[in-house]
């Protein structure tokens, strides 16, 4: 992954070529299978009870169906989520029929949707576009019960590149974040109100503050205040740059505190994804390097983190390869306190894999990509009542975009 102030370079690049940022060969990432598969772990097992099924295969067969990046949202035994090229999309958890819901023209209603969508109570999606809108800066959209697509916001020369999800809170307000713009050119979280006033709460300065805040969804908890990641900043520099911050803002003062700034080394660096929080306000997220283990090519593969409410980070798990290798997605919690989530690469064939931390630190891995299977998993995974998880991998799969032989990306099931 490129990071810091070389990220807008290599996401430009990556919008050009119809695929993610950190997008790979397959060559690559077998490589990357050898070199990590010497390294030796005690607190990790592999696990095949579990039973993974593909639910659908993207096919480019319209043009836009390719690379889902972002969440899926499930309701009612129906799936939803938005491809990076053009698409928002739902799939029936139960048969695996897709069905798409809206294609985006690439003007001002809109274009790359990254971050997948939200759901409210109405059955109303909301999500962001990076690009597009009336400035081709991004865009917050809604997509209503009946398909109809209503541009809320078209962002302008204040703030670009939503490349983060929205935050609905109970009145019907909604929240996110720009990676780049603002005051000082580093990002900036917003409110959009439920009366169609759009607010920036606060400027991201490029210093110990952070900067860049990238994907997934801010959280907010019952007092007003929102909790984020941002993947660069700190004011650390054992990073190529600096390594990243937790952070936290009240909607009502606008005041940002820095939680926790990672320092690059057995404590983490880089987190890409967003946080999830308990019910004793403990945060859990992961970083996409840093760690104990150097077992990817001589560097580090990441790690899964907790933040008490004091700011004390503990590591629950650092990556070593073969259990995976530089998560990007968000974390999900389970009743029992079960940590699940995905890593970008590792696993046994190099594209990543589905795992499970327990409350020892004993991690799982549930599920290794094997390319056709998918591969690249970038975002987080959903749960259902049943314990079943649901997930998507931006490339991989048996049908081809053209181009290079990786798939479209495809929608899973894991049954445990």
């Not at 697509?149 to 670009?160: C, Q």
């Not at 003062?253 to 983490?268: A, K, M, N, S």
């Not at 998918?374 to 053209?402: F, H, I, K, R």
Request: proline share 3%; hydrophobic share 30%; charged share 15%.
């Amino acid at each position: 992954m490129a990071g810091l102030k070389n990220c807008e370079a290599n996401m430009r690049k990556a919008l050009q070529h119809r695929g993610p940022i950190s997008r790979i060969s397959r060559r690559a990432a077998n490589g990357l299978a050898l070199a990590v598969v010497l390294v030796p772990f005690i607190l990790s097992q592999v696990v095949q009870a579990q039973t993974y099924t593909i639910l659908y295969s993207f096919n480019d067969s319209s043009g836009g169906q390719a690379f889902p990046w972002g969440p899926l949202v499930e309701a009612n035994g129906t799936l939803y989520g938005t491809t990076s090229t053009s698409e928002v999309f739902s799939v029936n958890a139960s048969n695996g029929v897709e069905t798409v819901l809206y294609t985006f023209k690439g003007g001002t209603d809109g274009l790359y949707p990254f971050s997948g969508v939200i759901r409210d109570l109405g059955g109303n999606l909301y999500g962001t576009t990076s690009m597009g809108g009336t400035s081709n800066r991004g865009t917050i959209f809604k997509l209503d019960s009946s398909n109809t697509e209503t541009v809320l916001h078209s962002f302008g020369s204040g703030a670009r590149s939503p490349y983060g999800g929205l935050t609905l809170d109970a009145n019907g307000n909604l929240y996110g974040t720009t990676t780049y713009g603002g005051t000082f050119h580093d990002g900036i979280v917003f409110k959009f109100g439920k009366n169609g006033r759009y607010t920036v709460l606060y400027n991201f300065k490029g210093g110990t503050d952070g900067f860049y805040p990238f994907y997934e969804n801010l959280i907010l908890d019952k007092t007003g205040d929102l909790y984020g990641t941002t993947v660069s900043g700190g004011g650390t520099t054992t990073c190529n740059g600096p390594c990243g911050t937790v952070f936290r803002l009240n909607i009502k003062t606008h005041l940002e505190t820095v939680l926790y700034r990672f320092t690059g080394g057995t404590d983490g660096a880089n987190p890409y994804a967003g946080l999830i929080r308990d019910a004793n306000g403990n945060l859990y997220g992961a970083t996409h390097n840093g760690g104990v283990s150097q077992g990817c090519g001589g560097a580090s593969c990441g790690t899964v983190f907790k933040l008490d409410k004091a700011g004390k980070e503990t590591v629950l798990y650092s990556f070593q390869g073969t259990d995976g290798a530089y998560p990007q997605g968000s974390l999900i919690l389970d009743a029992q306190g079960n940590l699940y989530g995905t890593t970008f690469r590792g696993g046994t064939y190099g594209y990543g894999t589905v795992f499970k931390l327990n409350t020892n630190g004993v991690e799982t891995v549930l599920h290794s990509f094997n390319g056709d299977d998918g591969e690249y998993p970038t975002s987080s995974l959903v749960q259902d009542a049943a314990g079943n998880l649901y997930g998507t991998t931006s490339e991989g799969g048996t049908a081809g975009c053209g181009g290079p032989p990786e798939g479209c990306g495809v929608i899973f099931k894991i049954t445990p």
